[in-house]
């Protein structure tokens, strides 16, 4: 039986290892700090205690969590000839890495939700999303990723692993690891679907439907200034979702996996995190106007303001 893996990542990109490290730790460093500057601006500014804003918090504070998963054994293996990771390791940074995936999409549904509330029901959104309220549905997320998680990690580990140890990704993934399995993966495959199902497609339709209702509200507003206002307040938002379920939908929606997958799962995993906060802060009236009175910008050059 098998005892551990071997991750081979890109190995095939011999050539290219330094500057694809130099490249994917810069991103790393970035997405950290961009996010912790969030996570302090958000807490250190009384402007911005607001639920749109505790939601991009805890967005954030996930996204750190959700790159450290993945992030740092990749490095490693950029760099080293050893790629091995051990059984346990392995699937419990496939646990985790889903988990907190899971976890993401559904907030990002939340976020949508709150969105979506702010602008058809506005002057009962301050009296109905108060504290409590906000760190209810902040917490689902991670609830629905731990649990929807639980189920196809445990029929995955419970294939046998008998012969072939080499992963072709640069993290323990599901269909990765089916691909693996001396045992017929027919089960396992159907749960990770079902799991996909309610995992990333579920949240999906649900932000559809709210950016759906969230038009139709915005085209009703006579006012154009109105208008601009109404959807300047979930743009950000909106461009991280499509950027997300860009790549997402495409690897999980295929349960069998391709060689491509591990080239989309960058995007998830280090560029989309990388982007983010740039998405939240310069596209954000509000955080650009917190960073001003912090002297932020400054950094940035006055072409940038």
């Given amino acids: 039986m098998v005892t551990e893996f ?78 091995k990771i051990s059984f346990t390791g392995c699937f419990a940074q496939l646990y985790a890495f889903n988990s907190f995936g899971v976890a993401e999409c559904y907030l990002l549904a939340v976020m949508a939700f709150d969105r979506d509330f702010a602008i058809h029901k506005p002057l009962h959104y301050s009296r109905i999303m108060n504290k409590t309220t906000c760190i209810q549905l902040a917490l689902s997320p991670w609830v629905f990723g731990f649990v929807i998680s639980t189920t196809p990690t445990i029929f ?28 017929d993966p027919m089960v396992s495959n159907l749960v990770t679907s079902a799991s996909a199902i309610f995992g990333s497609m579920l949240p999906f339709v649900i932000i559809l439907g709210f950016y759906i209702h969230i038009i139709v509200i915005i085209l009703k507003i006579k006012s154009m200034v109105g208008k601009q206002k109404a959807f300047s307040t979930c743009s950000s938002h909106l461009i991280v979702a499509c950027l997300f379920y860009g790549s997402v939908v495409v690897v999980y929606g295929r349960p069998k996996g391709s060689e491509h997958d591990k080239f989309l799962a960058l995007m998830y995993t280090v560029i989309i995190p990388f982007l983010n906060p740039f998405i939240y802060t310069l596209r954000n009236k509000d955080v650009k106007a917190a960073l001003r009175k912090s002297n932020l910008l400054k950094v940035l050059g006055p072409s940038k303001r």
Avoid: W
Wanted: aromatic letters at 14%.
């Fill in 156 to 183: 995955t580990a419970r294939l046998e692993f008998c012969g072939p140890n080499k992963v072709k990704h640069f993290f323990c993934d599901l269909s990765a690891m089916q691909n693996l399995a001396c045992s």
């Fill in 6 to 83: 071997i991750l081979l990542a890109f190995s095939e990109l011999q050539d290219f290892q330094i500057y694809l490290f130099t490249v994917i730790l810069l991103a790393f460093i970035f997405c950290i700090l961009g996010n912790t500057a969030i996570l302090a601006l958000v807490r250190s500014k009384s402007s911005l205690h607001t639920p749109m804003y505790f939601f991009i918090s805890d967005f954030a504070f996930l996204e750190i969590i959700f790159v450290s998963v993945t992030v740092p054994k990749l490095l490693t293996n950029l760099l080293e000839t050893d790629r």
